[in-house]
């Protein structure tokens, strides 16, 4: 695979979260009493510090030692439709400087999980991430106390879910589903689906958590196989759409 010509400090990473929000009866009269105007970008600022991953507190001498991620920016739709939407996305630059340290993908979708879940009700469908492979370190050994982890879970909480991979893969697709499933170490299945380079799995659960950690086990895999570029790796409740398809 051809290796990325981006200078590291300026790659970014994306991570989106997928459902549909029902907002608190409340929120509405909770924010005019105590005069809040609160926003994904503004949430997810308030949680990342609170969790001590990344601040946006500018002064000299007080940059946060070890940080995660810069922000770069952050969004989200809440329309009251009840459809599917892109919820929350949270775009960062992720800490170069950290030793072994995973890109922050369960972080960043623990931030907005938190944020959505202040405000309402989230029935979670996907979870969407952009990263630089380039930038992440091997998470192998990791991925065995994360395989336990999810062996935790109760039996009749296994369900299926489907990755979809666009970027830079190519010949090495095949490769990519056996290391997905060796990576799991026995908590998940993987099988091709259509002509595209997606796998449907099984999965332990369907948690934000669940859906981060397999965004995770598809990164390394992508990783080990030769990946250098920026790909787009997307967990849906449902299967991917065929190529030039359209939503029912």
């Known amino acids: 695979m051809g290796t990325s010509t981006e200078d590291p400090v300026d790659l970014t990473m994306t991570a989106e ?7 608190h009866a409340w929120i509405g009269q909770v924010s005019a009493d105590h005069d809040l105007d609160e926003d994904l970008f ?30 770069a920016d952050a969004g989200g739709d809440w329309s009251r439709d009840g459809r599917v939407r892109r919820l929350a996305w949270l775009t960062v630059y992720p800490a170069t400087g950290l030793h072994e340290q995973h890109l922050p993908v369960l972080p960043l979708t623990r931030v907005m999980v938190d944020s959505l879940g202040r405000v309402g009700e989230l029935d979670f469908t996907g979870l969407t991430v952009r ?16 395989a336990d982890w999810f062996a935790l879970a109760a039996p009749d909480a296994r369900t299926e879910a489907f990755v979809s991979v666009v970027g830079p893969v190519g010949t090495v697709a095949e ?20 002509d595209r380079t997606a796998f449907a799995c099984a999965l332990p659960e369907w948690t934000p958590d669940a859906a981060a950690w397999l965004a995770e086990i598809c990164i390394d895999a992508l990783r080990a196989v030769g990946v250098r570029d920026t790909v787009e790796i997307a967990i849906a409740r449902t299967p991917p759409l065929p ?6």
């Open 42 to 71: 503004s949430l997810a600022v308030k949680r990342a510090a609170a969790y001590g991953w990344s601040s946006t507190r500018f002064s000299a001498g007080t940059e946060l030692g070890g940080q995660r991620w810069g922000h």
């Open 17 to 23: 979260v997928h459902g549909v929000l029902r907002e």
């Open 175 to 194: 490769r990519v589903r056996e290391l997905v499933v060796q990576r799991g170490h026995g908590q998940l299945r993987a099988g091709a689906h259509d």
């Open 131 to 146: 990263v630089p492979v380039q930038l992440a370190p091997d998470t192998r050994f990791d991925l065995v106390g994360d």
């Open 243 to 248: 190529a030039g398809g359209t939503p029912a």
